[in-house]
């Protein structure tokens, strides 16, 4: 596809799929165009995870999210980083 505007971008890549090295090669090379679609776009290994990273790895979820918020000039001043059962942040009323 065409590039993107100049905005942070994070693919994150998951290293265990139980494919043949030839699919994970094809793959891999699609998520590194991706991430070279912004000028500021990046490829992070999420190494140990699956399909889907947000369970195996969510800190890598965390971190990647952060990353870009605060490439963007975002205040995590706030951010606590855990969470609550009922999906509230820890250390904030509701």
Do not use: N
């Not at 995870?49 to 963007?72: C, K, M, N, W, Y």
């Not at 509230?88 to 009323?93: L, V």
């Amino acid at each position: 596809g065409p590039a993107l505007p100049d905005v942070p971008l994070i693919v994150l890549v998951a290293t265990d799929h139980e494919d043949t090295a030839e699919r994970e090669a094809l793959w891999r090379e699609i998520q590194r165009r991706t991430a070279a679609l912004s000028p500021r776009g990046e490829l992070r290994i999420a190494q140990g995870s699956g399909h889907f990273i947000q369970e195996d790895r969510p800190e890598e979820v965390v971190a990647a999210i952060e990353a870009v918020l605060a490439a963007t000039g975002t205040d995590l001043g706030d951010c606590t980083g855990q969470s609550t059962a009922s999906g509230e942040p820890s250390g904030r009323s509701p």
